[in-house]
């Protein structure tokens, strides 16, 4: 997947987003949550018409704690930035 150019008004790293005619979106089953009833935050996988996962989607617990949910956010960060940056000379984004 080659990086889309910057376009104005639209968040980095969402540009791959312009180019899509169909996102497919899939829920990621808990089976233990299944059988247990116990609510775990829904995580999900997103596709494009070539069933190419493009991005990741998770939600996060409105009670979680602010710097809790802070500390998550700045590690999916890094390992983005990590996979980038180890691909970049690859032509991979």
Not at 6 to 30: A, F, M, N, R, W
Not at 34 to 46: D, K, S, T
Request: some cysteine; proline content about 5%.
């Amino acid at each position: 997947m080659n990086r889309p150019q910057s376009i104005p008004g639209c968040p980095p790293g969402l540009e791959y987003l312009t180019t899509l005619d169909q996102v497919i979106v899939k829920q990621h089953k808990d089976l233990l949550e299944a059988f247990v009833g116990w609510e775990q935050a829904n995580r999900y996988r997103i596709f494009n018409n070539q069933s190419q996962q493009v991005f990741f989607a998770a939600e996060v617990p409105m009670d979680l704690d602010v710097k809790l949910k802070a500390a998550m956010i700045g590690a999916v960060f890094l390992i983005d930035f990590m996979y980038f940056e180890q691909n970049q000379n690859q032509g991979a984004y």
